[in-house]
């Protein structure tokens, strides 16, 4: 089945220890996006890559890093991890065509910093 | 900035109760998702609704996007305790590659 698929599912980093989360998609799809989320909230989008052209959200802090080396494969790098960046990291992808944008996601990346 | 308002934020209801969640905004958006997300997974699309008065059904879901494509509603029928979960609303911005807003999410728990 074509999927998103993260890992590792489970990150355990110590403060300020870089961290590199990875993301694969079977979807063949032109765009992949990097969400944070806390606790039940609504995912924050860091930043996305359309094809390879890179976009970075105004808010989102210098210390959090992407890398699309293909179409198939992205990187989440945080260069510095703060207590702050311990949440949940979500990769999603879509298709971008006339009309519906639909993401995709896969399972994320519960990031723990110790 | 699009913003989405998507109430009610939490909402705790018994196995057989029908509920609404709503999403608002002042924008017009180029299509509408519903996704729904267990704790420790991510978020799984439900529905896309892309037509002003559209409205989509799911079995016991209910979608409906309003005819200015400004607003959305998700009515559940008979809730489950399989229903709960985090559910999020989520725009289509015109000319973003692709980018999505999102509502702040409905904590919905649906007790047996």
């Known amino acids: 089945d074509a999927m998103v698929i993260q890992n590792p599912r489970y990150q355990v980093t110590q403060f300020g220890k870089p961290v590199t989360l990875s993301c694969s998609q079977t979807l063949n799809h032109n765009v992949m996006y990097w969400y944070q989320q806390k606790s039940s909230q609504a995912p924050k989008l860091l930043f996305h890559y359309y094809d390879k052209d890179f976009n970075n959200e105004a808010d989102t802090p210098d210390n959090f890093q992407s890398r699309r080396p293909n179409t198939s494969f992205c990187f989440l790098d945080i260069r510095s991890p703060g207590l702050g960046d311990a949440a949940m990291y979500l990769c999603?992808?879509?298709?971008?065509?006339?009309?519906?944008?639909?993401?995709?996601f896969g399972p994320g990346t519960r990031l723990t910093v110790t | 900035t699009q913003l989405l308002e998507q109430s009610p934020q939490f909402l705790s209801i018994q196995e057989g109760e029908n509920l609404t969640v709503y999403c608002n905004s002042s924008s017009v958006f180029s299509s509408l998702q519903w996704y729904r997300q267990e704790p420790g997974e991510g978020p799984v699309l439900l529905v896309t609704?892309?037509?002003?008065?559209e409205v989509k059904k799911l079995k016991r879901l209910t979608f409906q996007f309003g005819d200015a494509r400004k607003d959305s509603s998700l009515h559940i029928t008979a809730a489950q305790p399989g229903d709960t979960g985090l559910y999020l609303c989520a725009g289509g911005v015109y000319n973003q590659g692709g980018k999505l807003i999102f509502g702040q999410g409905t904590e919905l728990s649906v007790k047996p």
């Open positions: 999603a992808t879509s298709r971008v065509r006339g009309g519906a944008t639909e993401q995709y």
């Open positions: 609704v892309v037509t002003g008065g």
